[in-house]
């Protein structure tokens, strides 16, 4: 965490908990982004939260 900032280098080493697969990072909505599970995780504070009550769905595109 840099200046309550979401660091980056994490995505290195998280993945998503439902789909196993890899995030990338919304900075405007400070969320973690599964596509392939289609949901969000929240950043909060600079941490993210990784839990599946926590995530928001992803509308179907």
Do not use: H, W
Not at 15 to 34: H, K, M, N, W, Y
Not at 39 to 50: H, L
Request: proline fraction near 5%; charged fraction near 30%; glycine fraction near 8%.
């Amino acid at each position: 965490m840099i200046n309550g900032n979401f660091d980056r280098r994490m995505l290195d080493g998280l993945v998503c908990p439902v789909s196993q697969g890899t995030l990338s990072f919304d900075a405007e909505r400070q969320e973690l982004i599964s596509k392939s599970g289609k949901v969000a995780f929240p950043i909060r504070d600079g941490i993210p939260i990784m839990l599946i009550d926590e995530a928001r769905e992803l509308d179907a595109d």
